[in-house]
């Protein structure tokens, strides 16, 4: 039989830590937001939904 052991941690960041993970998060909403916007606009235009068809190519 295989025993499994877990263990478990905690952040307790300062504030100024506390801070820069907030802004950190509200940055990703921000770019995630702005990405699923576009693929939708594109969605409803009928053209190809995928963001990365927009890259230029390297």
Same mark, same amino acid.
């Given at each position: ?13 300062? *504030?100024e830590t506390q801070r820069q993970?907030?802004?950190?998060? *509200? ?32």
């Amino acid at each position: 039989m295989q025993r499994h052991q877990a263990f478990k941690y905690e952040l307790m960041p300062n *504030g100024e830590t506390q801070r820069q993970l907030r802004r950190f998060a *509200g940055s990703c909403r921000f770019v995630y937001n702005k990405a699923l916007a576009l693929q939708q606009a594109n969605h409803e235009a009928g053209e190809n939904s995928s963001v990365t068809s927009q890259w230029p190519s390297i």
